[in-house]
C-alpha cells in the first residue's frame, strides 16, 4: 500500500518540524534570563495568542478528522497517502503556527504564560508522530494492507 521511503518522508518532515521550532525558539529566547508570569488580560499580544493558541487548538484535530473521514472514498492508496500527508501537514502547520506566534510575542514580552501555551503546543505535536498503527487505526486497514505499509 505504502512505501517505505513515503512514510519515512512524513517522518522525517515532521521531526524538521520540531526541531525547527526548538532551534528558532532556542535562538530568539536564549538572551532572556528574567522570565515572569503575569496574566497581562489588558494585553493585546496577551489576548491575541491566547484566542489564536485555542481556535487551533479546537480547529485542528477538527479539520483533520474531517479530512480523513474522506479517505475511505478514495480509490487507490497513492489517493489516499496523498490526503493523509496533506492532512498531517496541514495539521503540523497550524500548531507550528501557534508556537513561532508564541515564541515571537515570548520575545517581545518574557512571561512564562507563553511558554505554558508553546508546551503545550509541542505536546501536541508529539502525539501526532506518524505511526503504522495510527494509521492503521485512522483509515481502517486490515491486516493484509497493514503488512504493505
Given amino acids: 500500500m ?72 478514495l480509490n487507490t492508496a497513492h489517493e489516499k497517502w496523498q490526503k493523509y500527508f496533506i492532512s498531517h501537514l496541514i495539521r503540523m502547520s497550524l500548531l507550528e503556527s501557534s508556537i513561532i506566534l508564541n515564541i515571537i510575542f515570548m520575545s517581545l514580552n518574557p512571561n512564562y504564560y507563553y511558554t505554558v501555551l508553546i508546551l503545550i503546543n509541542y505536546l501536541l505535536i508529539f502525539s501526532y508522530i506518524p505511526d503504522v498503527s495510527k494509521i492503521a487505526s485512522e483509515w481502517h486497514l486490515t491486516e493484509e494492507e497493514i503488512k504493505n505499509i
Wanted: aromatic share 18%; charged share 10%; proline share 1%.
Fill in 2 to 73: 505504502l512505501t517505505n521511503s513515503a512514510f519515512r518522508t512524513i517522518q522525517i518532515i515532521h521531526y524538521a518540524l520540531i526541531l525547527g521550532i526548538f532551534i528558532l525558539g532556542a535562538t530568539i529566547l536564549f538572551p532572556f534570563q528574567k522570565l515572569s508570569f503575569k496574566l497581562d488580560f489588558g494585553s493585546l499580544l496577551f489576548d491575541f495568542t491566547t484566542v489564536w493558541s485555542i481556535l487551533v487548538f479546537i480547529f485542528h484535530n477538527k479539520m483533520y478528522t474531517n479530512e480523513i473521514s474522506k479517505i475511505s472514498l
